[in-house]
């Protein structure tokens, strides 16, 4: 981490090594600033009281090296960020002003992105900022990865259930809801459907029957315009004198008919008149039929137009025309059978959801058994963890609950609430002294107490939780001699399965770290690059010495020093 202008810090880079880091120094030199600075990356609330007096902003910068296939990589790059080598860089900035800004990969981001990926990368356990295994959901799953595949194997059939009787539940609840709409509707389709079973439309019927009634309705005045045409044709029988078009171009016919041999062009001409006089006979032929055929019954008509009437009711409610309604009837016959089979699709709903509800329930049953069994086993672990850490009284303890509640499952004779991961409801409590009640471990002790019940719940978590980085602060609060070797020794213990960073002012813990820093004020009561320091050979036992003694230069505390850093090498 690069950190400038954050309260006492000027501009200073934190170099974090792989296994365990401590951070040491003078009382106020700047070490808690550590701890805030990676709280700022994580998300962390941004109070400008923090910005250094005199500068316009604070600024964190990290590089974050992130596990392979880790979804916090694969979250932050669905947010537009850019890795690095693997690595993620993370940038938070607070101005004087108040105002926060995150970058991620690059990109600028949300505040909460920062806290939601920092669930998965580090965590947190300090006397006023604790995170991780605090959170009752955090804990049950740390307690379901404790107990291995004897909650793995019912855990993953329980959530198969547990997706279809929430899909089969969705189900029946809206077919029964809208069980009246759905008999509404059904009665309105029946309505219709029986409106035009009545009048047994025929496709294209309307288009016919409205051709049909305009014939009808001119009947007079087409028949007199088919006899005048035809007269103008053939002629009229009854006038022998009168001249018809077919008379005449005949008469013209055989006027050419006698010279055609004699000009190709008028014989040519001469035949065009013949085809003229053959149209004009079938013409006159087809208007006379047309006039036989004509019907001008006034009760066809009228029985057309009522047809007609009939027809305009139905596309008045179900279609623009005939074609139109007779689709709705086809949709809407469809659509009936589907509601009328609801009432058997619920029976069948009904016997699912009871079925898959009596499994969730042996299936939550084995859940709530084998976290029993792995809760009576943490507990042993941790409370044995304690004993070492001069909390040689406390007990820790499992309270796995589960509420009643009338729609779920049966678990251990009684009907209980149930969820995505089972019906319990898992927190770990704390009993620091004989007689005092169980309580929640945030509320069961004090803030030295909490960091090192989380150190002890960590060490036997070792291996089974996710979160790569830890970072305590005070874990040594009120505790010195054998308890704060045993301390150092479970924090290295806890390395070599993860990043430990430990804010630290006892030798006895320091001495076991891989790492050793030392955060010094220059001068003028700030802290630059130069002032924090990476401790190796002499300058380390120096500085063990003045934690030991307050003298750098005592030779008792030389000793006992270069004795904690001995012990911590053999056991490493």
């Known amino acids: 981490m690069r950190i400038r202008s954050l309260g006492v810090i000027d501009d200073a880079v934190v170099e974090l090594s ?14 808690t600033m550590v701890v805030t600075s990676l709280g700022l990356l994580l998300g962390g609330r941004a109070d400008p009281a923090l910005v250094r007096i005199g500068a316009g902003s604070a600024v964190v910068e990290g590089r974050i090296t992130l596990p392979a296939g880790a979804a916090a990589a694969t ?33 600028s981001v949300p505040v909460g992105l920062l806290t939601e990926l920092a669930d998965e990368l580090v965590a947190v356990h300090g006397q006023t900022d604790q995170q991780g295994l605090l959170k009752p959901a955090r804990q049950r799953g740390a307690l379901d990865r404790y107990a291995g595949d004897a909650v793995a194997r019912p855990l993953a059939a329980y959530g198969e259930a547990y997706r279809r009787l929430r ?38 019927e309307d288009v016919e029957l409205a051709a049909e009634a305009e014939r009808l309705g001119h009947a007079e005045a087409l028949a007199s315009a088919a006899a005048l045409a035809h007269t103008a044709l ?5 006038d022998p004198e009168a001249v018809d078009a077919t008379t005449l171009v005949a008469g013209a016919g055989r006027a050419l008919d006698a010279v055609r041999s004699h000009d190709p062009a008028l014989a040519a001409l001469a035949d065009r008149i013949g085809e003229i006089s053959i149209l004009l006979a079938d013409v006159a032929g087809e208007l006379a039929g047309y006039a036989d055929d004509l019907d001008a019954d006034p009760r066809r008509l009228a029985a057309v137009e009522e047809r007609r009437a009939a027809l305009t009711q139905l596309t008045r409610k179900y279609g623009a025309d005939v074609a139109a309604v007779l689709a709705w009837a086809q949709e809407s016959a469809a659509r009936l059978t589907e509601l009328d089979g609801d009432d058997d699709r619920i029976g069948e709903l009904t016997a699912e959801r009871d079925a898959l509800r009596a499994e969730l329930s042996g299936l939550a049953q084995a859940l709530t058994d084998a976290r029993t069994e792995a809760a009576a086993r943490f507990a042993d672990a941790v409370t044995a963890e304690l004993a070492s850490l001069a909390m040689p009284h406390a007990r820790v303890s499992f309270d796995i609950r589960q509420v009643e509640a009338a729609d779920g499952v049966e678990v251990g004779g009684r009907v209980v609430a149930y969820g995505p991961a089972g019906a319990d409801e898992v927190e770990l409590l704390l009993a620091p002294h004989p007689g005092a009640p169980p309580r929640p471990i945030a509320k069961g002790a004090s803030g030295g107490e909490l960091s090192r019940v989380m150190l002890a719940v960590e060490v036997v978590f070792a ?16 505790v010195g001699g054998k308890a704060a070797v045993e301390i150092g020794r479970r924090l290295a213990k806890l390395a070599r399965s993860a ?3 430990v804010v630290t002012h006892l030798p006895q813990v320091a001495a076991f770290a891989d ?23 002499e300058d380390r036992v120096r500085e063990l010495s003045r934690m030991l003694a307050g003298q750098e230069d005592s030779e008792t505390a030389r000793a006992h020093a270069e004795e904690l850093l001995a012990t911590a090498r053999a056991e490493g």
Do not use: M
Not at 18 to 31: I, M
Not at 194 to 199: D, G, L, P, S
Not at 463 to 478: H, K, M, N, R
């Open 167 to 204: 899909a089969v539940a969705a189900e029946v609840d809206e077919l029964t809801t809208r069980a009246r709409e759905r008999a509404q509707e059904a009665d309105l389709l029946r309505f219709g459907l029986a409106e035009i079973e009545a009048v047994e439309p025929l496709a294209g």
């Open 234 to 238: 053939a002629g009229n029988p009854e």
């Open 18 to 31: 792989p296994g365990f880091t401590a951070v040491t120094g003078e009382t106020g030199a700047g070490k």
């Open 463 to 478: 291996g089974t939780d996710p979160v790569p980085t830890y970072l305590f602060d005070e874990v040594d609060a009120g």
């Open 75 to 107: 979250r932050a790059v669905e947010a537009g960020a850019e890795l690095d080598d693997g690595a993620l860089l993370v940038t938070r900035t607070v101005s004087a002003e108040g105002r926060s800004r995150a970058h991620l990969g690059g990109r």
């Open 515 to 537: 790492r050793q820093l030392l955060v010094e004020k220059t001068n003028d009561g700030s802290v630059t690059r130069s002032g924090v320091t990476v401790l190796e050979g």
């Open 499 to 501: 990043q430990v960073v």
